[in-house]
């Protein structure tokens, strides 16, 4: 099996400090979304301040690549090229090896996987989040939802965070190369015990998920090889999740980054957008 496929390591163990920060580190998968991506790295750094951000690009052809090697090159993300497409699961089971196989001066004490097309509006979102997954000791956190293809309840994996101490080892299997990669990891984590924490992500406007966007650039592209073609025909349009006023919130986000990048077309702008959010 590839090893984009599966978890190389279980995660190690951080020695304990009670000086150490609380550390997150942020992954995504990218395809083709260049300005949404951009976007998305400019918010978490303009609300949050600077954050460890590793972003997965899935061979991308739209210019994202060069655009996040501008920004790596910045400091303002870290980034692993992928020359096929290797799909979301896989992907973030890239990065999480990644960040699994790190030293133990950059290990993190949590993992929060986010969509490419997500945008953070509130600056107490990771404060609020983390504080929340480690007063409960839950191993995992964020907003729950139906699931589409079965009956369970679950998180949605657009903005998930989790304790990778509890969740990324056996028996809890990894992302899945499937239509909703956390399913298989957040039943069995479900079976294990593993408690879970609701917060609510895009219900009290932390942030905002577009939703589709991928899928909208597969069908634009008419991409017709990629397996998720025939399913992104009737499921390309944007959802934001349902949530009144997301919209309205989403386009005053979307005016402030054209106000401090004002001409997202270019790669340099962009770079120094984010740079001045830090």
């Given at each position: 099996m590839n090893?984009?496929?599966r ?9 304990a400090?009670k000086?150490?920060?609380l550390r ?7 395809y083709?979304?260049?300005?949404l ?5 400019y918010s978490?750094?303009?609300?949050l301040g ?6 997965v690009d899935?061979?991308?052809?739209d210019?994202?690549r060069?655009l996040?090697?501008?920004?790596a090159a910045a400091?303002?993300?870290e980034l692993?090229?992928?020359?096929v ?6 992907a973030l089971?890239?990065a999480?090896n ?17 969509d ?6 509130r ?5 609020d ?11 995992l ?5 139906a699931?589409?293809?079965?009956a369970e ?19 809890i299997?990894?992302?899945?190369d499937s239509?909703?990669?956390?399913l298989?990891?957040?039943l069995?984590c479900?079976?294990?015990?593993l408690?879970?924490?609701e917060?609510?992500?895009t219900?009290d406007a932390?942030l905002?998920?577009r939703?589709r966007?991928t899928?909208a650039?597969v069908v634009?592209r008419g991409?017709t090889?990629?397996?998720?073609y ?5 499921h390309h349009?944007?959802?934001f999740?349902?949530?009144p ?7 005053r986000f979307?005016?402030?980054f054209?106000?401090?990048c ?5 790669d ?7 740079l001045?959010?830090?």
């Open positions: 090893t984009a496929q978890r190389v390591t279980d995660w190690p163990a951080r020695p400090s000086n150490s920060p997150v580190a942020i992954i995504t998968v990218n083709n979304t260049r300005l991506i951009a976007q998305l790295i978490l750094h303009a609300r600077k954050q460890q951000v590793l972003v899935n061979a991308s052809t210019g994202s060069q996040l090697e501008r920004l400091g303002l993300c692993i090229v992928n020359d497409q290797r799909y979301h699961g896989p089971n890239q999480m990644r960040l699994a196989e790190q030293d133990e001066t950059r290990r993190v004490d949590y993992v929060w996987v986010l490419s097309d997500c945008a953070i509006i600056p107490d979102t990771l404060a989040a983390t504080r929340a997954l480690q007063a409960s000791g839950a191993a956190g964020g907003q729950a939802s699931n589409q293809w079965h309840e679950t998180i949605g994996l657009y903005a998930l965070l989790f304790d990778p101490r509890q969740v990324w080892r056996d028996p299997p990894p992302f899945e239509g909703e990669p956390s298989a990891l957040q069995a479900a079976r294990a015990g408690a879970r924490v917060f609510p992500f219900r932390y905002v998920h939703g966007s899928l650039e634009a991409e090889a990629n397996k998720l025939d399913w992104a025909v009737d349009e944007p959802h999740n349902a949530e006023g997301a919209v309205d919130l989403y386009q979307q005016a402030e054209a106000t401090v004002r001409d997202p077309e270019s340099e702008a962009i770079v120094q957008a984010c001045q959010a830090v």
